[in-house]
């Protein structure tokens, strides 16, 4: 029998109008976290009577457990009630008046190791009842414990003392009356607060009710075993996820694990990348729940940015949390959870290529550009993604046929130990380089980089199952069969003589070409030299030992303007027919400067071809001039 009759005034403990001031104000930056935090703390009371209710029979009754929303729009009042535990006189004096005391972790850690399991209580540190005061002015608390027949009413406003008095004819549980801040009688509208829950409470495991309306009737599937499940569940949760009511996802991920620590998670990947419609960068992320109540809505952390487009939903009973629950207090767990997430996506799209590669190549279509990324970013699973890239190449009819690096390597000639590849503007810009002919001509595979994206992804790979990734357009390119064992300084300069003894000398009049035209491109050029790897065409350009390939300087430049950019070699192929023509002038002084003008256009001709062209208006002007030359040579004359 409560004794107590009248009404008692207490003071907060600490510094309470400064902590008040923090926990509301600064602690949670969001007004609506404070809904969340009285939700659950209301679920943490449903738990706790559950719990004690499966053990002692004589308390159970027949009324349904759930939580109420009570707007009151006219005198600017939000009721949140359950019918939960409820709190006795002490209890509301240990658990609301003393900061950061909390009720429910007592409660866990008096409980023993079976019924934790049995327990599910979020509200540890005890200062969620405290967001109250983010949205309210005072705060009225009606409670009548399980143990007791008379309840109590709690009130404060916030600023250092609250009152504590007993109240008749309350039903068992707990009422918080939030008597709303004048600029903030919004959340007493019922589509607001709709809203609100919906967000953040969608999945507390007690019916939530607004008037008269279930609020929260989205099922937590991703608790229940996958062989009970339907794809039509799958489904329509996804279309809660993405907010879509029609799409399906394009495949799914079910995932749950106990052990070293427990989370559930349900992955979705969407039909169409909404970044190639030009909808800009994806800014969605994973909703985080922690024991069903939701902690991040878009958490972008819990995979790699080069999964973004993936929907999902990961909860866990493990997640330390802090006071304000928007960030993590330990990153231990939640960088284990992504570790896990990560693999499990990506194995499960190596699933996909032996399953169907041509699905797999659908869905590559789609999210290969994000996919792609992870090879700069993610070392750890660099060689799982380089297994997943995919190229069009010259073997190929068109650029939608695309090959992986492993198939590549296994159409490939035992004796190459290089990955070759060719950057440009477009496929068929890419067909027509002249530094393919030696390729088409020896039947060797080249990989097709339209997109200038490709071109980092390959430079930053590197090596790919013991083979290193080359630009055609590099001096480094071997061909197989060619030497490659590394020789000491001795051996390279003896076999350097001696493959010059055998290598035919060059014409008196080819030198004589050679030597004008790097006269003409000294600033342009490094070299002017004869080429072992044309067939037809007149010329190319190739970069330098150590140089990075032509596309991926022009990628880089773009975006810094004051990019070293380094010079390339100008190879000249002896057999064309332009060049042979060149060394029948090269012995007429007064053809010098023509054969200069020449190599010049050679040069932007070349230039062009790998998508680096040079002033427009020199190349027409020389293009111009060469033109009026060859018309005042032709002879009016008809034959």
């Given at each position: 029998m409560n004794e107590k009759t009248t009404s008692e005034k207490f003071t907060f403990q600490a510094e309470i109008k400064k902590l008040l001031d923090l926990l509301s104000h600064s602690l949670y930056q969001n007004r609506e976290i404070a809904i969340r935090e009285l939700i659950s703390n209301a679920s943490d009371a449903l738990d706790k009577y559950r719990f004690i209710s499966l053990t002692d029979e004589s308390i159970k009754d027949d009324n349904p457990l759930e939580i109420r929303l009570e707007p009151d729009t006219e005198n600017r009042i939000l009721g949140i009630c359950d019918n939960g535990v409820g709190m006795t006189h002490a209890e509301l004096i240990e658990n609301i008046g003393t900061i950061a005391h909390s009720g429910s972790l007592d409660f866990l850690k008096n409980a023993s190791g079976d019924e934790k399991e049995e327990v599910?209580?979020?509200g540890k540190f005890g200062v969620g009842f405290y967001s109250a005061f983010m949205l309210a002015d005072k705060v009225e608390v009606f409670t009548r414990s399980y143990q007791e027949e008379t309840g109590w009413k709690w009130e404060s406003d916030g600023t250092g003392s609250f009152t504590i008095?007993?109240?008749?004819?309350?039903?068992?549980?707990?009422?918080?009356?939030?008597?709303l801040r004048k600029e903030l009688d919004e959340f007493t509208n019922d589509t607001r607060l709709k809203f609100i829950l919906n967000k953040y409470s969608t999945f507390v495991p007690y019916p939530i009710k607004l008037g008269e309306e279930l609020v929260n009737d989205q099922p937590p599937i991703w608790l229940e075993p996958k062989t009970q499940l339907t794809q039509e569940q799958y489904d329509g949760f996804y279309q809660y996820l993405a907010h879509n009511g029609e799409e399906q996802a394009r495949w799914h991920l079910h995932l749950s694990s106990d052990s070293p620590f427990q989370f559930h998670s349900i992955l979705y990947c969407p039909q169409t990348n909404l970044e190639l419609m030009g909808f800009g960068r994806t800014e969605h992320g994973i909703s985080l729940c922690a024991k069903r109540i939701l902690v991040q809505n878009d958490n972008r952390d819990l995979l790699p940015e080069y999964l973004r487009f993936v929907y999902g939903l990961v909860d866990s009973a493990d997640l330390p949390l802090n006071i304000s629950r928007e960030s993590l207090q330990d990153n231990t767990i939640?960088?284990?959870?992504q570790k896990v997430l990560t693999k499990r996506v990506l194995s499960h799209l190596a699933s996909m290529v032996k399953d169907s590669e041509e699905n797999y190549l659908d869905f590559y279509r789609q999210f290969g550009s994000s996919l792609r990324e992870g090879i700069g970013t993610d070392f750890e699973n660099r060689d799982a993604l380089a297994k997943l890239l995919r190229f069009p190449s010259s073997q190929g009819t068109s650029e939608n046929e695309l090959v992986s690096l492993e198939a590549y390597l296994e159409?490939?000639?035992e004796s190459q130990k290089q990955i070759y590849y060719l950057g440009g503007n477009d496929y068929n810009t890419i067909a027509k380089n002249p530094n393919l002919e030696i390729f088409r001509k020896k039947g060797i595979e080249v990989l097709y980089l339209p997109?200038?994206?490709?071109?980092?992804?390959l430079s930053n790979l590197a090596n790919f199952e013991d083979h290193t990734i080359i630009s055609i357009d590099s001096s480094e390119v071997k061909l197989p069969g060619e030497s490659e064992k590394t020789e000491t300084d001795s051996e390279s300069e003896e076999n350097s003589e001696t493959k010059a003894e055998q290598q035919e000398p060059l014409s008196p009049e080819f030198e004589k070409v050679l030597s004008l035209i790097q006269e003409e491109l000294k600033d342009e050029v490094e070299s002017v030299t004869k080429s072992?790897?044309?067939t037809d065409s007149p010329c190319c350009l190739v970069m330098p030992e150590g140089a990075i390939s032509s596309q991926l300087q022009k990628v880089l430049s773009m975006n810094n303007k004051d990019f070293p950019t380094t010079k390339r070699i100008l190879e000249i192929n002896p057999d064309a027919e332009l060049v042979k023509r060149l060394c029948t002038l090269s012995s007429n002084a007064d053809q010098h400067a023509f054969i200069k003008q020449c190599g010049r256009q050679l040069f932007w001709n070349a230039s062009l071809m790998t998508g680096i062209a040079t002033s427009p208006e020199e190349i027409t002007a020389n293009i111009q001039t060469m033109m009026e030359e060859l018309a005042e040579k032709r002879s009016p004359i008809i034959t």
């Open positions: 599910s209580l979020i008095e007993p109240q008749e004819d309350l039903e068992r549980g707990t009422s918080i009356r939030l008597h939640f960088r284990k959870i159409r490939a000639d997109d200038p994206m490709d071109e980092i992804v072992d790897r044309l």
